[in-house]
Nanobody, 122 residues
Framework: QLQLVESGGGLVQPGGSLRLSCAAS????????IGWFRQAPGKEREAISC????????NYADSVKGRFALSRDNAKNTAYLRMNSLNGEDTAVYYC???????????????WGQGTQVTVSS
């Protein structure tokens, strides 16, 4: 069964950091780009970043550029999203998804995780 599972979400104070993980099972992550998306209450889902299959290329939405960083460990079949300097606007459910290439358009993504909640609050 093809599956992506996010973990690492939780409650964090403003200015804090979290690292989300996206673990793949049922397929080899090596051949896929991984995108990260988030959906805040009452808002549409937003594409925030993606990393290509070998980790050599990344891109970020302006809303997270300079604060979030992507990485991946293909040996562990896992991708990561490091989030620093978090603020209330980062509160959302975060999703990872796989695509054949790195893009912030949702169409190419064909396998999605279930999401992990990130809440930034004092």
């Amino acid at each position: 069964q093809l599956q992506l599972v996010e973990s690492g979400g939780g409650l964090v104070q403003p200015g804090g950091s979290l690292r989300l993980s996206c673990a793949a099972s049922g397929f080899t992550l090596d051949y896929y780009a991984i995108g990260w998306f988030r959906q805040a209450p009452g808002k549409e889902r937003e594409a925030i970043s993606c990393i290509n299959s070998n980790g050599g290329s990344t891109n970020y939405a302006d809303s997270v550029k300079g604060r979030f960083a992507l990485s991946r460990d293909n040996a562990k079949n896992t991708a990561y999203l490091r989030m620093n300097s978090l603020n209330g606007e980062d509160t959302a459910v975060y999703y990872c998804a796989r695509a054949p290439f790195c893009t912030r358009r949702e169409g190419p993504y064909n396998t999605w995780g279930q999401g992990t909640q990130v809440t930034v609050s004092s």
